[in-house]
């Protein structure tokens, strides 16, 4: 494993609580010729996931623009607390001025706490690890799925709706599982929730939906993921049995594939979550803390439901096009 680590490194060269006012703004807090070169050390969650990606590019842009080394390591799937454990030993060693990744849990607090120990900034983004004495970056998740609750209560018949959920023992994928189921019941009793529970696993996910559908057929009227591969599993067996022009089917990510089958029309509905600007609003607190500014230690950034109506600006606005050929 501590190979693999050290072949994922990559370099990229300069080119929760209480809360107060940034005193010096973090778009404005750019490195001068004359100050200190910060280094960074980078722990990305997943190297092929979509969604990770994104962020990752905005975090990487954002360093250079603001003139921070940083330095990037992947966690291993099969592994994520012992790697992360790994990463911060090695970014330790490297002596990096602040820690940004994502994909926490609370398992990750000792080695946040390691880190800290060392004098090391710590910022999080998405999945809290609840250490304390950090700056964490993410969206609403609770709302942001009541919002899919509400939007599916006024498009569906009544029926069953599928809840594809995500890994049930982290916080992101409680509050969108709450924040759906919730708001559906409180809006439409006539409406049953078959749950299906797939660990963020695209391949537990299909499987799920396979098994609902044999269960309940035609009576299957909606499907809502907690994450977008669950999303795009329920329209690849929703398609091969036959009912996909008589279920609405909506994500939860806001990745470019996402995009895509909006546009096709695929996908009826996304929770967008803005991927890009998750990524650039942490480095750029991240250089904010350590240039002696102020920011708020919790930051919550806000989600749209997109639609067809809407994919086209949602993309632009939430800098995907890039992403997206």
Same mark, same amino acid.
């Given at each position: ?136 970056? +993410?969206? =609403?998740?609770?709302?942001?799925? %009541? $919002?899919?609750?509400?939007?599916? /209560?006024?498009?569906? @018949?009544?029926? *069953? &709706? ?63 993921? +907690?994450? =977008?591969?669950?999303?795009?599993? %329920? $329209?690849?067996?929703?398609?091969? /049995?036959?009912?996909? @022009?008589?279920? *609405? &089917? ?76």
């Amino acid at each position: 494993m501590i190979l693999a680590l050290a072949l994922t490194l990559s370099l990229a060269a300069c080119g929760s609580g209480q809360s107060s006012e940034a005193s010096v703004p973090p778009s404005q807090g750019g490195q001068q010729d004359d100050q200190q070169t910060f280094s960074v050390g980078f722990i990305c969650p997943e190297a092929t996931n979509e969604g990770w990606q994104v962020t990752a590019a905005a975090i990487e842009n954002t360093a250079e623009e603001l003139g921070i080394k940083i330095s990037k390591l992947y966690l291993d799937p099969n592994d994520y607390e012992g790697s992360f454990s790994m990463a911060v030993d090695s970014f330790i060693q490297q002596k990096v001025d602040a820690l940004i990744y994502g994909g926490a849990d609370e398992s990750f607090a000792a080695s946040v706490h390691k880190a800290q120990d060392e004098g090391i900034k710590c910022v999080e983004i998405d999945n809290p690890s609840n250490s304390g004495n950090l700056w964490h970056i +993410a969206i =609403d998740s609770y709302s942001a799925a %009541a $919002v899919a609750g509400e939007w599916m /209560a006024d498009k569906l @018949d009544a029926g *069953v &709706v599928l809840m594809i959920n995500g890994d049930m023992a982290r916080t992101n994928a409680q509050q969108r599982h709450d924040g759906f189921v919730e708001t559906l019941k409180e809006l439409r009793s006539d409406i049953e929730v078959y749950e299906i529970y797939a660990d963020w696993d695209s391949a537990k996910a299909i499987a799920g939906v396979e098994d609902a559908i044999t269960l309940y057929g035609d009576k299957i009227v909606g499907v809502f993921s +907690a994450w =977008d591969g669950g999303a795009l599993s %329920a $329209v690849s067996a929703l398609d091969v /049995a036959g009912l996909s @022009d008589n279920v *609405v &089917v909506c994500g939860f990510d806001g990745t470019p594939t996402s995009m895509t089958y909006i546009r096709e029309g695929k996908l009826q509905a996304e929770l967008g979550q803005p991927l890009y600007e998750l990524g650039k609003v942490g480095m750029e607190t991240v250089n904010t803390v350590l240039t002696g500014g102020q920011v708020d230690e919790e930051q919550l950034l806000t989600c749209s439901i997109v639609t067809s109506d809407n994919v086209e600006d949602f993309i632009k606005s939430a800098g995907l096009a890039d992403f997206i050929s």
